[in-house]
Structures are given as structure tokens and as C-alpha cells.
Nanobody, 122 residues
Framework: QLQLVESGGGLVQPGGSLRLSCAASGFTLDYYVIGWFRQAPGKEREGVSCISSSDGPTYYADSVKGRFTISRDNAKNTVYLQMNSLKPEDTAVYYC???????????????WGQGTQVTVSS
């Protein structure tokens, strides 16, 4: 398996911001589509965003469109998810995952990180 490590989660108030990081090791991240997913307790896993190669397309779920931004830093072999205007409904464990170039949010994603908890609460 390819190794992906998420970081940047935490507790924030509604309206606040967090930036999640997905750092790759053992492979060059730019050769893969990287997706962000989230899963709240008792709910289905939801595709949040994905990014292809450095000049490739991006995708955002309707629930986060206009608030979240996905980006790559190839020099750091890292993909970021900037989350602004956070809502309590955004509370979930967030995972990043890697799939072959050409995949969409539908997958397949073969390699997954361990997840990072995001909690949005007053």
C-alpha cells in the first residue's frame, strides 16, 4: 500500500477554518488522483473533494462547494483541504485516499490514510 498521513484536524467553532494536510510517502503524489472523504458516526462515507494532476480537474461535493478548496504542493508531496465557514454538519473523520490517474470521486481509491477528526461545535 501507498502511505498517506492526514493531519490538521481539531476542534473549531462554527464559522471557523481548518486546513487538512495529506502527506504521501513512498510514492510521488502527483501521479495519483487524491480524494478527501469524510464519515460521521452513523452516516455513509461521503466524497468531499478530489484533485487530479497539478493542472487537472477538481471536484467538490455540493455540501462543501464554495467553502472548501483542495490544492497540491508537489514540492512537499502533499495535498491540502482548506475548510472555511465550517458548520456543525462538517463534523466527521476526514480521510485522504489515492487512486490512479483518471478516476473521479466515484473511485476506485486503493490506498487510504488513517483519518483525522474534525469537530465543529460551540
Amino acid at each position: 500500500q501507498l502511505q498517506l498521513v492526514e493531519s490538521g484536524g481539531g476542534l473549531v467553532q462554527p464559522g471557523g477554518s481548518l486546513r487538512l494536510s495529506c502527506a504521501a510517502s513512498g510514492f510521488t503524489l502527483d501521479y495519483y488522483v487524491i480524494g478527501w472523504f469524510r464519515q460521521a458516526p452513523g452516516k455513509e462515507r461521503e466524497g468531499v473533494s478530489c484533485i487530479s494532476s497539478s493542472d487537472g480537474p477538481t471536484y467538490y461535493a455540493d455540501s462543501v462547494k464554495g467553502r472548501f478548496t483542495i490544492s497540491r504542493d508537489n514540492a512537499k508531496n502533499t495535498v491540502y483541504l482548506q475548510m472555511n465557514s465550517l458548520k456543525p454538519e462538517d463534523t466527521a473523520v476526514y480521510y485522504c485516499a489515492a487512486g490512479p490517474l483518471g478516476v473521479t470521486m466515484e473511485g476506485p481509491y486503493d490506498d487510504w490514510g488513517q483519518g483525522t477528526q474534525v469537530t465543529v461545535s460551540s
